[in-house]
């Protein structure tokens, strides 16, 4: 008798959560189709990828803000992810509709997993940290040391460049390649003696370790031979099938460009604010990247300098041998340069 | 709340295999301990890697400090993939043992290769898929690096859906009501368990140490990272889960104890050691209580023989009760003696019909003219290995216990059935009783030697201790199931002889 009631208790329990999840799921629906309904006679939905840092997110978050997007009938769903690569797979995946990636991953880009739709800027935010109590001060102590990277992102790549300049190679090195959050722990409790990494993570990095951390290379450092380009991708499927909706995303995203080169610090508490970070140390980030407006982008493009650091970002790929001679393509099978220009317009 | 389900799975198990320390429980225990390690590791790469809703994020693990701390957890990517790895390639392979242990079908049951061949898929593809094996033989050959994804994906949906099968084919086959039904609580756990693992099994685990490697296929994108379903229905399946593996551990407790073995055998001699300290002076003063009563009937005798006038009536009487007396107590230490040198029990092939006969007489013997009603039903009579004399005596005893549980409950009129049948391994002779029942406090001491609620001068309480041994030596056990004020049932099952 008494198990009976006990199995009559469990399903009743199961029946009161299946009802009160069908009607979550209802109320939800409802609402959803409530907003879609609004949204498809105002607003289209988009949801775009960003990483918590300020290069990210100022021109998409300035756009949000000054109501660029709006203009263009298009609401922004910002969804948070660590590095450029995941974008692009969620973009494949289609959970994502397009999104920001740092100089890394453009190797996937080219390699044909994505369409860049605009360049969003030249970056400074990568860096390799040495920990000098692990004995690594300058680049030639690199040798024979443990360096954390988070491989097939910018990060391999500043530290690539690192080692050529002192001679070495991956092979001369001890490799821990691990996600961009636990760079920063790996980093900070000296299990690693030196990392590659970007910003905010260097920040967070030089803070908590003072002055045990050194810099030993950034971007700056290397800007003749390796632009560190940063752009905005999308999965060439839904470029094709989106053309309008595109050019009416990069046009909201100009909005977002021009009004944060005047307003850097404004633009860095709204974003602050969107990633649930500190705002003061987001400010310190102000100094990630070169910060261009549609004009200078247009501009840009005309004279062919745009063309020229996808170039050149391909041949150091290369060089990197991360892609071979047979990967390479013409920049224009990869860049949407056609909807820069009419968004331009 | 995900991460609470997972702590709360893990130490369940580890109690319930604290608790029992079985074969099932201990594959239950390895299930739970994989699917932990798998959740775990799709959660700090979650973590890691973003791309999930807020709602999502708190769902998963409460706040953001908490998905914060994880996200900073230092773990390299090649040990967080071989961690999810290790998880999805385990978890299958002790569903499966799990079913095989509990599936009667002989074929599976007796078949040692069978069991032995099983763990060869899953070290396979734990051996493959240590990153730097996996990375050396899959660079630059991407048809043997997609050979061994769909290998691995293969073999995993054919062990879950062999192993489905043999639980359901169990459940099909418990003819025992109630084992069938505690049976149906475990496997409704394990399935809730399997749900839950088949929300995330389907992602190639190579693909969080070999994300960006340009040479890596991507199946199924970034899977982990989508949401697959609304968090009202993730909070439906984990509240189902945890329900489940309440219910679940909970009969697989009263389940082991009841089918596969008795207890635990310290605890067991503990008790017994207990219960012969007592049983001994309970012994003793029934003895002592007999031969008091002789006294009284040799005083009264001698009172007889000081008479005058010899009353040959009166003496014929009393030396009648003194005889019946001397039966009696030759009868209790009989059936004490019975009881302790059950260790001499001597296996030759028996029909079961016989066996159950001489049992039947024995009891037509003693209750030639009762208005209970005993019914038979003989489905079968097999031929098995038994003691002929111990067995029927057993079976005798069992009778006389359903017989004296009427007799003690208000209506004189009751029924016993005495059903003999065989269920896949075991020959069951059940009887049922329509007398007083017992509590779960009574149901608990049975067993017990010496243990007896009837505390009258005829019953020794070796009755069910002696049928349990006697079943123990035929390789049988005995098991029972009771309600108070309804009745009892004893099953005394016997291995089949083949």
Not at chain 1, 221 to 239: E, G, H, L, T
Not at chain 1, 252 to 272: Q, T
Not at chain 2, 5 to 27: D, G, H, P
């Amino acid at each position: 008798m008494k198990k009976s009631i006990s199995l009559l208790m469990v399903l009743f329990v199961i029946l009161l959560l299946v009802a009160c999840s069908n009607d979550e799921n209802n109320d939800k629906s409802e609402v959803d189709s409530t907003e879609e309904a609004a949204s498809n006679e105002e607003l289209t939905k988009m949801k775009v990828a960003y990483m918590p840092n300020y290069a990210s997110m100022n021109a998409v978050v300035a756009g949000i803000n000054t109501g660029a997007f709006e203009e263009q009938g298009i609401e922004v769903e910002l969804v948070e992810f660590a590095d450029g690569p995941t974008i692009i797979a969620a973009m494949e995946s289609g959970s994502i509709d397009v999104g920001y990636i740092g100089p890394g991953a453009h190797v996937l880009a080219i390699q044909g997993s994505a369409d860049i739709f605009a360049f969003a800027h030249l970056g400074n935010a990568d860096e390799v940290i040495g920990n000098k109590e692990n004995g690594v001060r300058e680049i030639s102590d690199l040798k024979g040391k443990t360096i954390a990277v988070a491989s097939g992102t910018s990060s391999e790549t500043i530290l690539n460049m690192t080692l050529n300049e002192a001679g070495l190679t991956e092979e001369d090195v001890k490799l821990m390649d691990m996600d961009a959050s636990a760079i920063v722990t790996a980093m900070i409790s000296g299990s690693v003696d030196a990392a590659a990494t970007w910003s905010p993570n260097t920040t967070a990095i030089k803070e908590e370790m003072g002055d045990n951390a050194i810099m030993l290379s950034n971007n700056v450092r290397y800007a003749d031979q390796f632009p560190s380009i940063a752009s905005w991708v999308v999965n060439p499927k839904y470029a094709e099938e989106n053309h309008d909706l595109l050019v009416k995303f990069t046009k909201g995203l100009y909005g977002g460009m021009d009004y944060r080169v005047e307003n850097l610090d404004e633009v860095a508490k709204w974003s602050a604010e969107v990633a649930g970070l500190d705002a003061e140390s987001v400010k310190k980030e102000t100094g990630d990247g070169d910060w261009i407006t549609s004009d200078d982008l247009v501009e840009m493009i005309e004279n062919g300098d745009i063309d020229i650091f996808y170039e050149v970002q391909q041949e150091n790929f290369m060089t990197e041998e991360r892609l071979t001679e047979d990967e390479l393509v013409p920049v224009s099978d990869y860049v949407l340069f056609d909807i820069m220009k009419e968004a331009a317009e | 709340m995900f991460i609470v389900f997972l702590i709360f799975l893990l130490i369940a198990s580890i109690m319930v295999l604290i608790v029992k320390r079985n074969k099932e429980t201990f594959y239950l225990f390895a299930m739970c301990i994989s699917l932990a390690l798998m959740l775990t590791g799709i959660l700090v790469y979650i973590a890691k890697k973003g791309g999930i809703s807020r709602e999502v994020q708190n769902f998963f693990y409460f706040n953001l400090d908490i998905k914060t701390s994880i996200q900073y957890f230092l773990i390299t990517l090649d040990h967080l993939g071989y961690l999810v790895a290790i998880g999805r390639y385990l978890f299958p392979l002790f569903l499966l043992l799990l079913a095989i242990h509990y599936s009667m079908i002989v074929w599976i049951r007796r078949n040692y290769w069978l069991k032995r061949v099983i763990f060869i898929p899953p070290i396979i593809s734990l051996l493959l898929y240590y990153p730097d094996i996996f990375r050396t033989i899959t660079k630059n050959n991407l048809l043997f690096q997609s050979s061994i994804v769909y290998f691995s994906f293969t073999w995993i949906v054919i062990y879950i859906a062999v192993s489905i099968f043999l639980f359901l084919y169990e459940a099909y086959s418990i003819n025992m009501q109630f084992f069938r039904r505690q049976f149906i609580l475990i496997i409704t756990f394990i399935f809730s368990l399997t749900l839950l693992y088949l929300l995330y099994f389907e992602q190639d685990p190579a693909q969080v140490y070999q994300f960006y490697s340009s040479g890596f296929i991507w199946r199924n994108g970034i899977y982990y990272l989508k949401s697959v379903l609304s968090v009202p229905t993730y909070t439906f399946i984990v509240l189902l889960n945890i329900i489940c593996a309440i219910v679940g551990f909970a009969s697989l407790l009263r389940y082991t104890k009841d089918l596969f073995e008795s207890s635990k055998e310290g605890e067991i001699i503990q008790r017994q050691s207990k219960a012969v300290t007592m049983g001994a002076s309970v012994f003793v003063h029934g003895i002592k209580n007999q031969l008091l009563t002789n006294r009284v009937i040799y005083k009264r005798m001698e009172r007889i023989f000081a008479n005058e006038s010899l009353d040959k009536e009166q003496l014929k009487h009393f030396t009648d009760q003194l005889a019946a007396q001397n039966e009696n107590i030759l009868l209790r230490i009989e059936s004490l003696y019975n009881a302790v040198k059950t260790n001499q029990v001597h296996l030759v092939p028996v029909q079961l019909k016989t066996v159950i006969d001489e049992a039947l007489s024995y009891y037509h013997h003693k209750y030639s003219n009762s208005s209970i009603h005993l019914q038979i039903q003989l489905s079968s009579s097999p031929t098995l290995l038994a003691d002929k004399e111990h067995l029927s005596e057993a079976i005798y005893n069992l009778l006389v216990n359903a017989y004296d549980a009427i007799a003690d409950s208000t209506s004189e009129k009751g029924t016993i059935k005495l059903h003999v049948y065989s269920v896949r391994l075991y020959h069951v002779i059940e009887v049922t009783d329509s007398g007083v029942g017992m509590t779960k406090e009574e149901m608990r001491q049975i067993c017990e030697p010496f243990y007896s609620n009837k505390n009258s001068n005829y019953n020794w309480g070796m009755g069910l201790y002696y049928i349990r041994s006697i079943a123990n030596e035929h390789f049988g056990s005995l098991k029972f199931e009771s309600k108070k004020g309804e009745g009892s049932t004893f099953y005394l099952l016997l291995p089949k002889f083949k």
